[in-house]
C-alpha cells in the first residue's frame, strides 16, 4: 500500500504539469485536441488525486490535516475539483490556465516533503477539525477563483475599451459572466470562510484549556472576513458591479495572501496555541 | 469521369451578367427537363446570386462547352457577354471545382455558411427531376462530405466576417445573454438590415428601431418583428437600452458625450454597449471614456474581421488536404466501377473454360475421383486469377491518369478476348 501510495504521491504533480500545459497550450492555440486532451488529462488526475487521499487516509487512519503539507495536497484537489465543477456548469473552458498553476504548484510543494504519519495528536483526529480545515480551505479557494476570474475581467475589460482584441478577447467567455464568476466565487468562499470561523470558536475551548482569541491568523481571518462581508453590503445595498466590485475582491485577495504569507513565514503552527 | 461544367461566377463575370443569368427554381426545373432530354444524361445546375454553374454527364463526346452555353442564353437571353464570362472544367477539374465551391473557399467572402446549403438544394432539384444518375449522385454526395468535414475539421466559418456580425460578436463579449437584452438600432438602411438578420440569428428578441423617415423604421420593423420609436424622441430613451447600434447617414454626430453621461446615471452604471458603424460617425468617440460604456466604432470593428478573415485564409491549407482525399476517394471509386465488370468477365471467362474441361474429362474419374477434380480444378483457376486480380484493383486506386489505367483494361480485355462479355454483362 505504501508503495503505491509513493508512486502516486511522485507521479500527482507530473499529471498537474500535463494537464496545466494542455490547457496552456489550448489558450494558445484553438485546436480540437488539445480541447479533449485537457479534459481528459483533468479528468484522469483529479480521479487519481481522489485515489491517493482515499488510500493515504485508510493507511495512515487519519485525514490529510495534519501538517502544512498535508492540507496543500488536499487544497491542491480542492481548487482541481472546484474548477472541473465551475467548468462542467458553465461550460468555459478556456480559464483552466489561470487557474490550475495553483494546484501544480501546492501539489509539487507537497510531494517534496509530505511524510508518512502515523502517529498523530488525539486533538487532530476531531471531526471537528476536519470540518474547519475543509471550509477554511474551500473559503480561501473561493476568494483565490474570485481574484483570477476579477483579473480576467479587467484584462478583457481593457482590451474591449482600448479596442486591442488580442488572445484574451478571443478566448474568454464575457464580462457579465466573469464578474458572474468572480461575485459567486466570492460569496462561495465568504460562506465557507464563515463556517470555518463559527466552528473554530465553537471547537476552542473545547479542545484546548487556555485559548487566545487574539491568535494572528485568526485576527487575520477576521479581517479578511470582515473585508468581504463590507463587500457583499455594498453591492447588496448600492449595487456595486463592474470594475468597482472586481477591484474590491482583488483587494480582499491581496490582503489576503498578504497576511497569511507574513504569518506562515513567522508562526510555523496553523495557529499560535497549536 | 466524362463530367463537365460550365461556370459564371464572381470571378468571371460582374453583378449585372451574374444577375441576369440567375436561374430561380422553377426555370431550373424547366431547363434541366429541356437540356436533359437532348444532350446529356445527367445534370444537376447551382445558381446563387453569386454563381450559375451547369454540371452535366453529356450524351456523347461530341457535346461541347459552347453548346452548354449557348443553351443557357437561349434561356436567359443576356447582352454584352462573351465567352471570356464563362469558365469551363473537365473530368477531375470540374469535381475539384464543385468541392472548392461547397467548402466555402470559392465564395466572395471565404468562409460562406450559406453555399453548402445551395449546393444541397441544387442537388435536391436535380433529384426530384431524375437528372442524377450514378455518377453526378457520387460527385455532389462527396461535395456535400467535403462541405461538412470543412465544418467539422477547420475553424473555416468561425467568428464573423463581415461588420455587422462583428458587432453583434462584439456585444457577446460584454453580456452573457444576448437573447434577454434591450437593443436599439439607429437608422433603417441596409447596414441597419444586415446587423438586424444577425442579431436574429442570435434570437435577440427585444429590438427597437428609430429612423428620421418613420416609414422606413416600421417597414423594417415589421419584417423583423421589432418595436419602433420616433427618431425625435430616441434621445430621451436611450438609458432603456444595453446594446445600441448605430447606423445612418447623419453628417454630425447625433450623441455627445454629456447626453451618454446622463444615461449612465440614468442606468445606475450599467454595462452599456455603443456600436457605431455610421460614417461618418454618430456618437462621439469619447463617450468611450465613461465608465462601462464599450464604444466601438466601425474601425475597430474592421480590426475583428481582418483577424477573423486572416484566421479564415490560415485553414485553406488544410480544406486543400480534405479536398485531395475526397477527389481520390471518389475517383477509386469511379476506377473501381471500370475494373469491376473486366475482372467479372475475366473470372466468368476462366470458369467457362473449366466447366468445359472438365464435363470433357469428368466421365473419366470415378465419381468420389469427380468431386475432387471439380475441387482441383476451382482451386487453379483461383490462383491464376488471384495475381491478375489484386493487380487490377490496386491499378484502381494508385493510378493518377485515367489514361494509365484504360490502357491496361483494354490490353486485358484483347488479350482475354473478353470485350463482348463485358457488353453483354452491361445489357
Same mark, same amino acid.
Given at each position: 500500500m505504501r508503495n503505491i501510495i509513493h508512486t502516486l504521491n511522485t507521479l500527482l504533480p507530473i499529471f498537474y504539469g500535463i494537464t496545466f500545459l494542455f490547457y496552456l497550450l489550448n489558450y494558445i492555440y484553438d485546436k480540437r485536441e488539445l480541447s479533449l486532451g485537457k479534459r481528459l488529462s483533468l479528468f484522469i488526475t483529479i480521479l487519481i488525486h481522489f485515489f491517493y487521499l482515499l488510500i493515504r487516509t485508510i493507511e495512515f487512519n487519519h485525514t490529510p490535516i495534519t501538517t502544512v503539507f498535508e492540507i496543500m495536497t488536499l487544497l491542491a484537489f480542492a481548487i482541481t475539483i472546484s474548477y472541473y465543477i465551475i467548468e462542467l456548469v458553465t461550460d468555459v473552458r478556456n480559464t483552466g490556465a489561470f487557474i490550475l498553476f495553483l494546484p501544480l504548484i501546492f501539489q509539487t510543494v507537497s510531494s517534496f516533503n509530505i511524510k508518512d504519519l502515523v502517529e498523530v495528536k488525539d486533538i487532530l483526529r476531531s471531526p471537528y477539525l476536519g470540518v474547519h480545515v475543509f471550509t477554511a480551505l474551500t473559503g480561501y479557494a473561493g476568494i483565490t477563483f474570485s481574484a483570477i476570474y476579477g483579473l480576467l475581467y479587467l484584462l478583457l475589460y481593457k482590451q474591449i475599451k482600448s479596442q486591442k482584441f488580442g488572445l484574451i478577447f478571443n478566448r474568454m467567455p464575457n464580462l457579465e459572466l466573469l464578474e458572474y464568476l468572480s461575485l459567486v466565487s466570492a460569496l462561495v468562499g465568504f460562506l465557507m470562510l464563515t463556517i470555518a470561523i463559527v466552528i473554530g470558536f465553537i471547537w476552542l475551548p473545547q479542545a484546548f484549556t487556555e485559548p487566545s482569541y487574539f491568535d494572528p491568523k485568526l485576527v487575520a481571518t477576521i479581517i479578511i472576513w470582515l473585508f468581504y462581508a463590507f463587500g457583499i453590503f455594498g453591492r447588496w445595498i448600492f449595487k456595486w458591479s463592474g470594475r468597482k466590485i472586481v477591484y474590491l475582491s482583488l483587494t480582499g485577495f491581496v490582503i489576503t495572501l498578504f497576511s497569511m504569507s507574513i504569518l506562515n513565514l513567522i508562526f510555523t503552527g496553523f495557529h499560535k496555541f497549536f | 469521369m466524362n463530367i463537365i461544367a460550365v461556370a459564371i461566377n464572381h470571378h468571371t463575370a460582374p453583378i449585372e451578367l451574374r444577375e441576369a443569368l440567375y436561374l430561380q427554381e422553377n426555370e431550373i426545373r424547366e431547363f434541366i427537363k429541356d437540356f436533359q432530354s437532348n444532350l446529356t444524361k445527367e445534370i444537376c445546375i447551382l445558381s446563387t446570386c453569386n454563381r450559375t454553374e451547369i454540371y452535366c454527364i453529356p450524351n456523347s463526346v461530341d457535346l461541347t462547352y459552347k453548346e452548354i452555353q449557348d443553351f443557357l442564353l437561349r434561356k436567359k437571353p443576356v447582352e454584352n457577354i462573351s465567352p471570356s464570362n464563362f469558365r469551363n472544367y473537365f473530368s477531375c477539374g470540374a469535381v475539384n471545382h464543385l468541392f472548392h465551391i461547397a467548402a466555402g473557399i470559392d465564395s466572395l467572402v471565404i468562409g460562406d455558411q450559406q453555399i453548402l446549403g445551395q449546393v444541397k438544394d441544387a442537388f435536391t432539384i436535380a433529384s426530384e427531376e431524375n437528372s442524377i444518375g450514378t455518377y453526378l449522385q457520387k460527385v455532389f454526395q462527396s461535395a456535400l462530405k467535403v462541405g461538412k468535414r470543412v465544418k467539422t475539421e477547420t475553424e473555416l466559418f468561425e467568428g464573423p466576417s463581415s461588420i455587422s456580425a462583428a458587432a453583434v460578436q462584439l456585444a457577446g463579449k460584454i453580456f452573457s445573454d444576448l437573447k434577454k437584452k434591450k437593443v436599439l438600432v439607429i437608422g433603417a438602411g441596409e447596414t441597419s438590415r444586415l446587423t438586424l438578420q444577425n442579431l436574429k440569428q442570435k434570437e435577440v428578441k427585444n429590438i427597437t428601431i428609430t429612423n428620421r423617415t418613420l416609414s422606413r423604421a416600421e417597414e423594417l420593423a415589421k419584417e423583423f418583428n421589432a418595436n419602433v420609436i420616433p427618431f425625435i424622441e430616441f434621445k430621451d430613451m436611450l438609458h432603456e437600452f444595453d446594446i445600441i447600434i448605430s447606423a445612418t447617414s447623419s453628417p454630425e454626430p447625433l450623441v455627445i458625450k454629456s447626453d451618454i453621461e446622463q444615461v449612465m446615471s440614468r442606468r445606475k452604471n450599467q454595462p452599456l454597449c455603443i456600436l457605431d458603424i455610421a460614417i461618418p460617425r454618430d456618437f462621439d468617440p469619447s463617450v468611450k471614456d465613461i465608465e462601462n460604456v464599450f464604444y466601438n466604432d466601425i474601425d475597430a470593428l474592421q480590426i475583428i474581421v481582418n483577424q477573423n478573415l486572416e484566421r479564415r485564409q490560415s485553414q485553406i491549407p488544410k480544406i486543400k488536404k480534405i479536398i485531395m482525399e475526397e477527389l481520390i476517394e471518389l475517383f477509386s471509386w469511379y476506377n473501381s466501377l471500370q475494373i469491376?465488370? /473486366? =475482372?467479372?468477365?475475366?473470372?466468368?471467362? &476462366? !470458369?467457362? =473454360?473449366? @466447366?468445359? !474441361? %472438365?464435363? &470433357? &474429362?469428368?466421365?473419366? &474419374?470415378?465419381? !468420389?475421383?469427380?468431386?475432387? @477434380?471439380?475441387?482441383?480444378?476451382?482451386? =487453379? =483457376?483461383?490462383?491464376?486469377?488471384?495475381?491478375?486480380? /489484386? %493487380?487490377?484493383?490496386?491499378?484502381?486506386?494508385?493510378?493518377?491518369?485515367?489514361?494509365?489505367?484504360n490502357l491496361r483494361l483494354n490490353i486485358i480485355k484483347e488479350m482475354f478476348n473478353i470485350q463482348n462479355q463485358i457488353s453483354n454483362n452491361d445489357e
Open positions: - | 469491376s465488370p /473486366v =475482372i467479372r468477365a475475366l473470372r466468368e471467362q &476462366f !470458369e467457362q =473454360i473449366r @466447366l468445359q !474441361e %472438365y464435363e &470433357f &474429362f469428368k466421365n473419366k &474419374f470415378s465419381p !468420389e475421383q469427380q468431386q475432387n @477434380l471439380e475441387l482441383l480444378t476451382k482451386r =487453379i =483457376i483461383n490462383k491464376l486469377l488471384h495475381n491478375p486480380t /489484386v %493487380y487490377l484493383r490496386k491499378s484502381a486506386d494508385t493510378l493518377d491518369s485515367q489514361g494509365d489505367l
